[in-house]
């Protein structure tokens, strides 16, 4: 399954994006969905997922309260809406799938896309 994420840019701090996450071809409804971000020298964190129907999420210490996840399954896409932007929010943002929503928070996943870049600005 090949994953595609878009939507990153530079914003200032308190700005807010919106990234997204397709599967053209596929049937993203098949897998849960998860985010993640990797800042440089540091490794790949998770931020947020969300199961199969969209009925479950899960975020980060980080992300919740200022970041939603969410998907529709009609349109094979999963979105990350990120209010309230930090610098410390800089990153490479990638979205993932898999069967299980438990991986995702442990950073596992058997699908990855390749990142979209966020830059905060203070």
């Known amino acids: 399954v090949q994953l595609q994420a878009s939507g990153g840019g530079l914003v200032q701090a308190g700005g807010t994006l919106r990234l997204s996450c397709a599967a053209p071809?596929?049937?993203?409804?098949?897998?849960?969905v998860g985010w993640f971000r990797q800042a440089p020298g540091s490794e790949r964190e998770f931020v947020a997922a969300?199961?199969?129907?969209?009925?479950?999420?899960d975020y980060s210490d980080s992300a919740r309260g200022r970041f939603t996840i969410s998907r529709d399954n009609a349109k094979n896409t999963a979105y990350l809406q990120m209010n309230n932007l930090k610098p410390e929010d800089t990153a490479i943002y990638f979205c993932a799938a898999d069967n299980f929503l438990q991986s995702l928070n442990r950073v596992i996943a058997d699908y990855w896309g390749r990142g979209t870049l966020v830059t905060v600005s203070s």
């Open positions: 969300i199961n199969r129907s969209g009925s479950k999420s």
């Open positions: 071809g596929r049937t993203l409804s098949r897998w849960a």
